[in-house]
């Protein structure tokens, strides 16, 4: 039974990974995860330090992964207004995308609006179309570099609980 619960545990944690460029956020289910896995075991293996820590880690990725298109959008030029064009446009790619396409839609729902949503606001305050289209190129790459920042995070989740089970 100790072995089928493992490779279960292990499962979901590489599923949770997986999923996080799905815009799921993954590294919070490797932290849930990870909990009812101490509560089962006792927190033998996976000590509530280690729960506390994953918990920092998960919460770290998302502020990442949140800052990273803003910090993106700011290094290409965009403006305050680009900066929430950005955020609302993509929210609004997000939901869009979901509709059309569950899952993976979501996530490229979010990189078009996010670009959209600034192009289009800075193309609106009269910023040159080649400004506007780096102030949207950086939204989107910022919002790449944060995903993939939060994969590099989740795998540091799952190296830490393993070392922990093995």
């Excluded at 509560?39 to 800052?67: C, D, K, N, P, S």
């Excluded at 910090?71 to 207004?81: C, E, I, M, T």
């Excluded at 929430?84 to 609004?92: R, T, Y």
């Amino acid at each position: 039974m100790h072995l089928a619960g493992n490779i279960i545990f292990i499962i979901i944690l590489v599923a949770a990974l997986i999923a996080i460029p799905l815009g799921i956020p993954g590294t919070f289910v490797i932290f849930l995860a990870s909990v009812i896995y101490g509560v089962i075991t006792r927190f033998a293996q996976i000590t509530q330090t280690l729960i506390w820590i994953l918990l920092g880690i998960a919460l770290f990725g998302e502020l990442m992964e949140y800052f990273a298109g803003i910090l993106g959008a700011k290094k290409f030029g965009a403006s305050r207004a680009g900066i929430i064009g950005a955020i609302v446009g993509g929210i609004l790619g997000g939901i869009v995308g979901t509709g059309l396409l569950p899952l993976i839609g979501s996530v490229i729902g979010l990189l078009i609006g996010a670009f959209s949503g600034a192009f289009f606001v800075e193309l609106a305050i009269k910023k040159k179309p080649a400004q506007a289209l780096r102030a949207g190129w950086g939204t989107f790459t910022g919002r790449i570099g944060g995903i993939l920042t939060k994969v590099i995070l989740g795998i540091v989740m799952i190296i830490l609980i393993l070392v922990r089970l093995f």
